[in-house]
Each structure stands twice: as C-alpha cells, then as structure tokens.
C-alpha cells in the first residue's frame, strides 16, 4: 500500500509560481510511475503531467506544456508539480496518484493510489 499526501497549494495570481509536493509513503516508491491530475469545479479529473519511476520519461498534458515541470526525489519518496506563469484556468483541486507500474498513463482509471488533493486558486 502507498499513502499520499499533497501539500504546497493556495491562492496565487496570473503569471505567479507554485510548487505542489507529494509525499509517498512505502517501499516501493521508486517502481510507481507517478501523476498529477487536476479536477476543476463541474469538470472531470484530467492529466496535467505524469512521470516514469526513474524520471525518465514525462508526459504534459497541452494545458502545461512549457510552464509545469514534474519530477521527483525517490530518496525522499516525493514527486513535485513546478507550476510557473499560472493561469485561471490552472484553478482547481490538484491531486497526487500513483500506479504499481512503470508504465505512463493519463487516464485516472489506470492508476491505483491518490491523495486528498490540494486547492490551488489563480485569480486575474
């Protein structure tokens, strides 16, 4: 089992950076490929990025492509979400999820661990 626990969200303004971090516990971090995904209010949960278990291959949804950058720390069990020149549209409920394989996938169904998630509000 994986627990994961979000943190580094809040209110920011256009053009303003967030950093969201997530922290994993277990032992078998190192072999999840990891995502963030954001849920907008009305809206389903959608990809914004997604990362292989040794950070070699990333994936950015087009909504943060250029401005967010995923990575993570396997010593630390954590995977961060570099949010810069923040949007309106970035505003909703960003959520940490793992899957017990390598692989990178966008759809919320394919992956098996998530944290409560963390309000991050742009506003103009």
């Known amino acids: 089992q994986v627990q994961l626990v979000e943190s580094g969200g809040g209110l920011a303004q256009t053009g303003d950076s967030l950093r969201l971090s997530c922290a994993a516990s277990?032992?078998?971090?190192?072999?999840?490929?990891m995502g963030w995904f954001r849920q907008a209010p009305g809206k389903e949960r959608e990809i914004v990025a997604a990362?292989?278990?040794?950070?070699?291959?990333?994936y950015y949804a087009d909504s943060g492509k250029g401005r967010f950058t995923i990575s993570r720390d396997n010593a630390k069990s954590t995977v961060y979400l570099q949010m810069n020149s923040l949007k309106p549209e970035d505003t909703g409920v960003y959520y940490c999820?793992?899957?017990?394989?390598?692989?990178?996938?966008?759809?919320?169904?394919?992956?098996?661990?998530w944290g409560q998630g963390t309000q991050v509000t742009v506003s103009s």
């Open positions: 999820a793992g899957r017990s394989f390598a692989s990178i996938e966008v759809r919320p169904s394919d992956y098996h661990y």
């Open positions: 277990g032992r078998t971090f190192s072999s999840y490929a």
């Open positions: 990362i292989s278990p040794i950070g070699s291959t990333r």
